[in-house]
């Protein structure tokens, strides 16, 4: 045989053999394969996720499910890129800040979930999160929140009361800062860079961040209740001096390193962190206390909840097999070996009462973590939000003020301003 | 050989090199020339995410360039820049030499200069947040235990003009390694025969360093000069890093190539981010410009 033909045979080999893989893949034999994406939860959890997609896949004999970790600060670029060109995964453990933006952009698959069952089932926040215009778009999967962490032995010592409102943690923590001066030791934890400490405050004070008028949000970052939260916080620093001047740039880490150096009395602390700080000084279990966030002037105590959901994406063509998988994975049974391992809590009210009793949080420092959970909101669920925090806006704001050179007023009202233009693109 | 085969041999030649070329062309235009006009058509667009919104035709650039804090962010990019460069540059060519002077543990100490080379900018940035942390810090521990107390608990990254000495300090530290051993090769390239002369004839070490090292070493310098200050310009991962938020606090760290990325990334404005890499671009490319002439004069 020539050579010519010889390629021409192999050539038609080739062609048969694809014709034959394509008809496999199609899904005529009611073989499917799933993309998930997760993020990444770190070496030691990795395992707990994949057995959770090992057992579907026992259950479901038709089904592979193609596990990939995700992370990083390119994680949102990776899923605007994968939406464009229509390649996105099936099932994406997606943040909450994130679901309304993917849902306004038509990339999610509405869950097959209604949303007054999702309010039975779920926390409402995290249910808030997921839901546009009346329809649910993800099943909440975990959340996290924050509470109030002081440390026991040093308010004794103070002769200080646990502070139940706002107030009285200024009260406190100004005695807890002088009796504790020679040991450098910080009155409140100020973390003038994680708008997660202070923006919850413009609720407790009566305010909203927007309202939703028609079918858009506006800003309402210039009110008098957001003002006043906002001066009460930068004050705790500019006028009390409650924590070292730096902690006007410090992040979540910091705040943290500070307390678990024993650095800090009284603090605003997420379920994570806690276990962080425990882990990096174990001689403070004792010491510690953790209570319900205070409340303010408006008399609620109402927190931000972070947390994810799990999105099924419209361009997926196994959307009932995706649908299945979902809510096999929000199964408390199969959040908890997750959550536990990352400090966080199951998004649903089932999983939240498994924990308090007689999971991770039925330890007396983790159960109020449970409770507040029921006491958080979301935020303005605009696609835009992601810019708004992107941006640094409110952060800028908030230490505007702390630097004491900018005057409240003009510095909440350029941040209204800039929050309104992002939600108005 | 006919007056056909010659031109047509003539004209081959002229074809053979645009052939040979061709791949290497085709290549440099898919992956410089295809985003550079894609980067300029974004930049007369709205930006939508990842989609090219409605022309606006050249709105952009009037923002740009009529936006405070746009211009406030190149003020502070080109003194960076500038101190960075010359810092940078002051320092590698000391480096340069006390390694070029045959001292014995000059060849471990040139690997020790090597080393910040090694180090990931990223780890090498939060390291120096680390040092320069108010509470924490070695530098404030060190300063207060000179007795400047004014540095106990000093908080570094408080106000944009400190915290861009800190970020400065952490840049140069990371230029010094390359523009040193460059430097180092440099100064081995002066003939010793005519420092030596310089020497009998009684010129000081600081005379020979200015009359007969450095011009010999000019082109090296210029080469380095223009490097450094392309990559000074393009300064993004110690801002980022370092500063909160980035670029923080309240703006006051700002610089050209972080604004370019809240825009394009952040706000997701693509044609506002264009706009700022083209301005980026224009400032390199006349740095460049000059470059290739003092290099024709330096041949010329």
């Known amino acids: 045989m020539t050579r010519w033909k010889l390629g021409i045979a192999a050539a038609m080999v080739g062609v048969m053999g694809a014709v ?137 010592k103070s002769g200080v009361q646990v502070p139940k ?40 004070w009566g305010g909203d961040i927007a309202v939703k008028e028609g079918d858009s949000w506006k800003a309402t970052m210039n009110s008098t209740e957001a003002k006043a939260a906002f001066d009460w916080y930068a004050k705790l620093l500019t006028a009390d001096k409650l924590s070292p001047p730096d902690s006007a740039n410090w992040v979540a880490a910091d705040g943290t390193k500070a307390f678990a150096l024993g650095k800090v009395a009284m603090g605003i602390y997420a379920s994570f962190q806690l276990k962080s700080m425990l882990a990096q000084s174990p001689d403070l279990k004792d010491k510690v206390g953790v209570v319900e966030l205070p409340t303010g002037p408006a008399g ?112 909440m009202d350029k941040l209204n301003t800039e929050i309104t233009e992002a939600f108005s693109k | 050989m006919t007056v056909e085969a010659a031109s047509r041999r003539r004209l081959q030649l002229k074809i053979i090199p645009w052939l040979l070329m061709a791949p290497t062309m085709v290549g440099i235009a898919l992956v410089i020339g295809y985003p550079f006009v894609r980067t300029i058509w974004l930049s007369l667009h709205e930006g939508r995410g990842l989609r090219t919104g409605a022309w606006v035709g050249l709105d952009n650039y009037a923002d740009m360039l009529t936006d405070s ?68 810090g070695v530098v404030n521990w060190l300063l207060s235990s000179l007795g400047l107390d004014m540095f106990d608990g000093y908080g570094w990254f408080n106000n944009g003009t400190s915290a861009l000495i800190v970020v400065a300090i952490a840049i140069i530290w990371a230029k010094i390694p390359f523009l040193a051993i460059a430097m180092l090769a440099a100064l081995k390239s002066v003939p010793g025969d005519i420092v030596e002369a310089a020497r009998l004839d009684g010129a000081s070490a600081f ?37 909160v ?18 825009e394009a990334f952040a706000f997701l404005e693509g044609g506002m981010g264009s706009a700022l890499a083209m301005l980026t671009f224009a400032v390199l490319a006349v740095v460049t410009a000059l470059y290739v002439r003092l290099q024709r004069e330096e041949a010329g």
């Open chain 1, 20 to 156: 034959a893989g394509c008809s496999g893949d199609s899904g005529s034999s009611g073989e499917s394969t799933l993309d998930v994406w997760f993020n990444d939860p770190g070496t030691e959890l990795q395992p707990v996720i994949q057995k959770v997609m090992t057992d579907f896949e026992a259950k479901n004999s038709g089904v592979k499910i193609n596990l990939r970790f995700v992370g990083g600060a390119d994680t949102h670029q990776n899923y605007l890129t994968a939406v464009a060109g229509g390649a996105p995964p099936c099932v994406a453990q997606l943040g909450n800040t994130w679901t309304p933006e993917f849902a306004s952009m038509d990339a999610l698959a509405e869950a097959d979930l209604k949303l007054d069952e999702a309010k039975q089932r779920f926390v409402g926040s995290m249910v808030d999160s997921a839901t546009m215009d009346g329809k649910v778009y993800g099943y909440p999967y975990n959340v996290g929140n924050r509470a109030f962490v002081y440390r026991k032995d040093l308010l004794e």
């Open chain 1, 165 to 204: 409102t706002w107030d009285e943690v200024a009260v406190a923590a100004k005695k807890l800062n002088e009796d504790n001066k020679k040991d450098g030791i910080a009155g409140f934890g100020i973390m003038g860079g994680e708008i997660w400490q202070y923006v919850p405050l413009v609720w407790n």
């Open chain 1, 300 to 411: 609620n105590n109402d927190t931000f909840a972070g947390g994810s959901n799990l999105v099924v994406f419209k361009d997926c063509k196994y959307t009932e097999d995706a649908q299945a998988l979902v809510r096999h994975m929000v199964e408390p049974g199969n959040v908890t070996g997750y959550t536990r391992g990352i400090g966080m809590l199951p998004a649903s009210l089932a999983g939240i009462q498994e924990e308090q009793t007689s999971g991770s949080f039925a330890d007396p420092l983790f159960k109020p973590f449970g409770d507040q959970a029921k006491h958080t909101r979301y935020v303005p669920a605009d696609p835009s939000w992601g810019k708004v925090e992107g941006s640094g806006a409110l952060v800028n704001a908030m230490q505007a003020l702390m630097g004491g050179k900018s005057d409240l007023n003009s510095t």
């Open chain 2, 69 to 136: 804090g746009t211009q406030a962010a190149f003020v502070r990019t080109v003194i960076l820049t500038a101190v960075t460069v010359i810092g940078s540059m002051v320092a590698a060519l000391l480096i340069a030499l006390v390694l070029n002077s045959g001292l014995p543990g000059m060849k471990l100490l040139t690997i020790l200069v090597v080393l910040p080379w090694a180090m990931p900018r990223v780890s090498a940035a939060i390291l120096w947040k680390w040092a320069f942390d108010s509470q924490y």
């Open chain 2, 207 to 243: 005379k020979v360093l200015m009359r007969i090292k450095l011009p010999v070493m000019r082109p090296v310098l210029i080469v380095l000069f223009v490097l450094a200050t392309i990559q000074a310009f393009q300064a993004f991962d110690h801002i980022y890093v370092m500063t």
């Open chain 2, 245 to 262: 938020p980035p670029g923080g606090p309240n703006h006051s760290t700002e610089i050209l190539s972080l604004l370019t990325y809240l």
